[in-house]
Nanobody
Framework: QVQLVESGGGLVQIGGSLKLACTMSGGPFSDASMAWFRQAPGQKREFGAAISFLPDVTYYANSVKGRFTITRDNAKNTVYLQMTNLKFEDTAVYYC?????????????????WGQGIQVTVSS
C-alpha cells in the first residue's frame, strides 16, 4: 500500500524559508511523478509544483515560480519543496501527491496517491 508522509511544515515569518519533504513507502517512487498542492482556508485546492519521473522536468504555478523549487531524491524515495521569500498568501495545508500515469502533472484529478497534508503558516 502506497503511503506518502509529509514533514517540515510549521510557522515562518514573511520573507522566510521552509523546506517540505514527502517520503513514499510501498510504491515505485522512481517511476512516479510527484507534486505539491495546497489548500488555504475556504479556498479550493490548487497546484503548486510538480516533478516528473523523467529527468529535469518540473512545473510550477505562476504564484510560486521563482520562489519555490521542487526536487527529488530517488535513493531516499523523497520529494522536497524548498520555499523561499514566503508570503502571507502561501499559508495553507500542503499536500504531497503521486501518480504513475502520464498526462497533465498540474491536474490534481490525475494523482492516485495523497499525503495527509501539513500546515504551513506565514506570519509577521
Amino acid at each position: 500500500q502506497v503511503q506518502l508522509v509529509e514533514s517540515g511544515g510549521g510557522l515562518v515569518q514573511i520573507g522566510g524559508s521552509l523546506k517540505l519533504a514527502c517520503t513514499m513507502s510501498g510504491g515505485p517512487f522512481s517511476d512516479a511523478s510527484m507534486a505539491w498542492f495546497r489548500q488555504a482556508p475556504g479556498q479550493k485546492r490548487e497546484f503548486g509544483a510538480a516533478i516528473s519521473f523523467l529527468p529535469d522536468v518540473t512545473y510550477y504555478a505562476n504564484s510560486v515560480k521563482g520562489r519555490f523549487t521542487i526536487t527529488r531524491d530517488n535513493a531516499k524515495n523523497t520529494v522536497y519543496l524548498q520555499m523561499t521569500n514566503l508570503k502571507f498568501e502561501d499559508t495553507a495545508v500542503y499536500y504531497c501527491a503521486a501518480k504513475v500515469s502520464t498526462g497533465d502533472l498540474t491536474d490534481g484529478e490525475r494523482y492516485h496517491f495523497w499525503g495527509q497534508g501539513i500546515q504551513v503558516t506565514v506570519s509577521s
